[in-house]
Nanobody, 125 residues
């Protein structure tokens, strides 16, 4: 199985940028659909972005589309989430996840088999 560790969270002002990283160990990220989810205080976990095994297909939540880019580096076994023009409503704990199925629906959290511990992002207004 794969182990996932997120990093890169922190405090940023509205309009700023952050780059989150998800380092995988145990197995290569190319074996999985890789996704980012987030959970704000008092809210359910929600989909942010995902990338296919090949890296050729990506999907984004409407709330971050145009402001975020998911990518991966197979050689470093790491997945990234670049977020720009951050808003206070982006404040949440961000989780990296791996889906070993061959689902065509990337946004369902229930499809993901492995999760990291999360990294906190706080956007101040």
């Amino acid at each position: 199985q794969v182990q996932l560790e997120e990093s890169g969270g922190g405090l940023v002002q509205a309009g700023g940028s952050l780059s989150l990283s998800c380092a995988a160990s145990g197995r290569t990220v190319s074996r999985y659909i890789m996704g980012w989810f987030r959970q704000a205080p008092g809210k359910e976990r929600e989909f942010v972005a995902a990338i296919s095994r090949s890296g050729l297909s990506t999907d984004y939540a409407d709330s971050v589309k145009g402001r975020s880019t998911i990518s991966k580096d197979n050689a470093k076994n790491t997945v990234y989430l670049q977020m720009n023009n951050l808003k206070p409503e982006d404040t949440a704990v961000y989780y990296c996840a791996a889906d070993e199925s061959y689902s065509s629906t990337y946004s369902w959290a229930s499809h993901y088999d492995y999760w990291g511990q999360g990294t906190r992002v706080t956007v101040s207004s």
